[in-house]
């Protein structure tokens, strides 16, 4: 079981908004802690996507956008495209040390 | 343009040791904390290790904890995934990511390597 926990899926048609929700579960999740996202086509290599709860690196379209509350975020897709058919992953960090790097357990888009 | 290309992954049987590669290019690759990850059959992203700059920090997850060793060679650019007693449920399809300096998010991964474990 995942230390962040995702919807398995969302769907939308094209030109719609979609959220993705990511919510912590663990007491180590303290509210200092930073969400960031990643998008993954299968067969490839992850993207990172959102970074520091809200910022995008070069290249990322702005339609998506991140946003933390506590120990939760959120991945809005506006203007959603057939290309943004993926898999998308939070990411966040465990002060544990056991497994400091812990991931959502991914979310699939798909693009009705 | 950064560059992780991974090398090794294939079929191995349970018990056997498979060694993963991972080269970097066109970054200063001393600078930067890397990491393994790992992907299995229609489950999510997994992180299983991470070796520090100059490798005087190498954590595992305890999935892999005793198995597996993360090591690098900052002269050649490479970290490396060395997997021992392998199980069926090692396989997956594993991936090297950089972690961004001063920041706990990985900016960029390698293409990633299938590994099966299967008798």
């Known amino acids: 079981q995942s230390v962040l926990t995702q919807p398995p899926s969302v769907s939308g048609a094209p030109g719609q908004r979609v959220t993705i929700s990511c919510t912590g579960s663990s007491s180590n999740l303290g509210p200092n802690y930073d969400f960031h996202w990643y998008q993954h086509l299968p067969g490839t290599a992850p993207k990172l996507l959102i970074y520091?709860?809200?910022n995008r690196p070069s290249g990322v379209p702005d339609r998506f956008s991140g946003s933390k509350s506590g120990t939760s975020a959120s991945l809005v897709i506006a203007g959603l495209q057939t290309d943004d058919e993926a898999d998308y992953y939070c990411q966040s960090f465990d002060s544990s040390l056991s497994a400091p790097y812990v991931f959502g357990g991914g979310t699939k888009v798909t693009v009705l | 343009e950064v560059q992780l290309v991974q090398s090794g992954g294939g079929l191995v049987r349970p018990g056997e040791s498979l060694r993963l590669s991972c080269a970097g290019s066109?970054?200063?690759?001393?600078?930067?904390?890397f990491n393994w990850v790992r992907q299995v059959p229609g489950g999510g992203l997994e992180w299983i290790s991470s070796?520090?700059?100059?490798?005087?920090?190498?954590i595992h997850a305890d999935s892999v904890r005793g198995r597996f060793t993360t090591s690098r060679d900052n002269a050649e650019a490479s970290v490396y995934l060395q997997m021992t007693s392998l199980r069926a449920d090692d396989t997956g399809v594993y991936f090297c990511?950089?972690?961004?300096?001063?920041?706990?998010?990985?900016?960029?991964w390698g293409q990633g390597a299938l590994v099966t474990v299967s008798s």
């Open positions: 070796i520090t700059s100059f490798g005087k920090m190498i």
């Open positions: 990511a950089r972690k961004a300096i001063s920041s706990r998010y990985f900016d960029s």
């Open positions: 520091a709860n809200s």
């Open positions: 066109d970054f200063t690759f001393s600078a930067y904390t």
